[in-house]
């Protein structure tokens, strides 16, 4: 399952990487030096027009382009033919008239074309002209008026004189729809070539709007499909797989504990996908990817896991996100260094205003990263301009949704971050509450057992607020039956006095069940719940069960009724408090409190446990108990004022 987790992860990477090796990106207006190596082109580069540039330059050219007119003198040689059988006379003398008119044409009226050049076809062959240099047919008539008065020609009044006249330029709308639209097809679709070798852009140059623009054209120009080879997608996948299964590695060889849950794997390739996928829009869009926050992953894994799991991932997340980088070595020196100085400033996350201390020292080690590696190794150019330092301002800035984040996670997956620990363990929570003022008693056993705890897993290893706080919980299934446990008797009888053992052995065991129920009640976390289920483990009442055995001659008896329900302990913190509850508890029976006694009480209640086989579970060495055996008795004589006492 984990395998294929990986599988399909690193299948998903290989999808989104850029189809070509990315040797630069978009720049914005705020970019004012290149600052990239030079750009020079490794083919021959047409950088084609936006669509919609397409479209309005062919709107344009349709719109611009001339109406189309036609020659057609046939309705005028009839006209003119009738004329002449009719009244000879009369043709003769207004012929010298018609010849002038016609000679430039009797066009048909349009709105359209006024003012215009049009496109007039005659005899198979076309020739712009102005429309306004062609006779209208009230142009016309005004001419032929003119001619007749000036001749005094005598006009029979049966014939009207505009009837004489026709249109020999028609407009044609077929021919004219033809023509715009060969016009606008033969607008180029490209703005300008390039030839293999052409330099674009030099590193360092400054960048003017009109080089902006050609880079973005070229930018979108290498965005287009490519297809893929078979052997180069294998060889892709290939190292996607490699990077994505080390986090897997790591987790077998060294987490142990985090390989176990499939949850917490699902979660850490989760962080991965996230990282990877906004990279890939931010890069498919041409937006600023220095402006993504990188640094949030091991921010975010820090708050549930330990810190060298989040670097790990971090590393992963960073090698994974390079290959859409044009400078491969400054995004790695960059996130990375970056990353590390980061954990530093959470490596206890124990106060909410760590994270807008991370904000600002990632700030700083941007800048200051920045700065070393440009007049170092990249454009120094770039140094004094302050755009090229907005995208990890804003990237700094980002860190602040750590705070959202890790509150949404939690509710999510279910996991459990030092901010909730520190929250769960306010004395005003409304458990701890109820369990101070109805049982103080247990309470106090409570705070004892979580100040022992605390102070052995600090010094072994581990989750220390963790533990405090399943200590603090550990005992709460007490407060149904509060006076069956020595510690909230004070001056009373005991009610075990007048039960059978078995009886009090199972009122004894159920406080367990009943805790886990009461703090599923009130919704703690489950690694909390795990502090009460395991803090007894699987060991038996041992004073009910030797009374009965005393009952009873040893016959008969099932010590499985006087056993805990379990499970162990299973890590560090619930080992450690399984002890700590046991030793404080009995630190109380003690009728003399000296340092022989006490040392004596914790060997004797630490090796009870150790061979009641309840620690096998636990990732706990004998280091780490001859550690502890000596934290607890330093604990307990300082809590009871013992002393050593020396030989008179």
């Known amino acids: 399952m984990k395998l294929l ?52 330059e062919q709107d344009k050219a349709s719109e611009s382009a001339a109406l189309v007119f036609n020659s057609n003198t046939n309705e005028k040689d009839e006209k003119l033919q009738e004329l002449l059988k009719n009244d000879e006379r009369l043709y003769s003398q207004l012929m010298p008239a018609f010849d002038s008119i016609y000679k ?47 001749k005094n020609i005598k006009v029979p009044s049966s014939i009207n004189v505009n009837d004489l006249l026709a249109i020999t330029v028609y407009f044609d709308e077929q021919r004219t729809e033809a023509y715009k639209n060969s016009i ?60 994505t299964i080390t986090l897997l590695m790591y987790l077998f060889f060294f987490r142990k504990s985090i390989f176990g849950q499939n949850l917490q794997i699902a979660f850490l390739y989760l962080c991965l996908l996230t990282a990877f996928f906004a990279n890939y829009l931010f890069y498919k869009y041409g937006l600023m990817l220095s402006a993504l926050p990188f640094i949030l992953t091991p921010i975010i894994v820090r708050a549930f896991f330990d810190s060298r799991t989040a670097l790990f991932t971090h590393l992963i997340s960073v090698l994974c996100c390079s290959f859409f980088m044009a400078d491969v070595m400054e995004f790695i020196l960059m996130q990375l260094v970056t990353g590390i100085g980061i954990l530093f400033s959470v490596s206890e996350m124990r106060k909410r205003q760590q994270i807008l201390n991370a904000a600002i020292i990632a700030i700083m080690f941007y ?120 510690e909230n008797l004070g001056n009373n009888v005991s009610p075990h006095i007048e039960m059978q053992p078995k009886e009090s052995a199972r009122i004894i065991i159920d406080h367990v069940i009943e805790g886990i129920e009461l ?42 009724d006087f056993k805990y329900p ?26 003399k409190h000296d340092a022989l006694s006490i040392n004596d009480l914790v060997d004797q209640i630490i090796d009870y446990k150790i061979a009641q086989n309840q620690l096998i579970n636990a990732d706990i060495t004998f280091k780490d108990i001859t550690l502890i055996r000596k934290i607890f008795k330093k604990r307990l004589m300082t809590i009871y004022h013992a002393r050593i006492e020396y030989p008179v």
């Open 519 to 560: 703090a599923k009640k009130h919704k703690l976390p489950e690694q909390i719940i795990d502090f009460i289920r395991t803090h007894h483990g699987t060991t038996t009442v041992g004073f009910f069960l030797n009374m009965h055995k005393k009952e009873q001659d040893k016959v008969n008896i099932n010590e499985d």
């Open 104 to 150: 430039k044409g009797v066009v048909q009226t349009s709105d359209a074309a006024k003012g215009k050049t049009i496109l007039l076809q005659k005899n198979g062959l076309g020739e712009f002209v102005s429309y306004d240099d062609l006779h209208t047919v009230n142009s016309a008539s005004e001419i032929l008026t003119t001619w007749i008065n000036k």
């Open 566 to 591: 379990g499970p162990i302990p299973f890590s560090k913190e619930t080992a450690v408090l399984m002890l700590a509850d046991g030793v404080e508890a009995a630190s109380r029976s003690l009728k």
């Open 367 to 486: 800048f200051v990263i920045f700065v070393f590696y440009h007049l170092g190794f990249g454009t120094k150019e770039l140094t004094t301009k302050f755009t090229a330092y907005l995208p990890y301002l804003i990237s700094g800035s980002l860190v602040l949704l750590a705070t959202p984040l890790i509150f949404i996670i939690e509710r999510l997956f279910g996991f459990i971050s030092d901010f909730k620990l520190l929250e769960l363990c306010d004395l005003n929570q409304p458990l701890l509450r109820d369990l101070s003022q109805q049982i103080p008693g247990t309470f106090q056993h409570s705070l004892q057992v979580a100040n022992l705890a605390e102070e052995a897993i600090y010094f072994i290893g581990g989750n220390t607020l963790l533990v405090r706080a399943g200590a603090m919980y550990h005992d709460v299934g007490k407060i149904n039956n509060p006076s069956y446990f020595t």
């Open 5 to 56: 987790l990986v599988v399909v992860v690193s299948f998903i990477f290989t999808i989104l990487l850029p189809d070509n090796k990315v040797n630069f990106h978009k720049v914005d207006e705020f970019d004012a030096v290149w600052p990239y190596k030079d750009l020079v082109l490794d083919e021959d580069l047409f950088i084609r027009k936006s669509d919609a540039q397409i479209k309005e």
């Open 184 to 243: 606008a097809e033969a607008v180029s679709i490209y703005k300008a070539a390039y030839s293999k070798g052409d330099k674009l852009v030099k590193q360092g140059e400054q960048l003017t709007k009109e080089k902006r623009e050609l880079i973005a054209d070229y930018f979108r120009s290498k965005r287009s499909d490519v297809e893929i080879s078979f052997f180069t997608f294998v060889g892709r996948w290939g190292m996607m797989f490699v990077l």
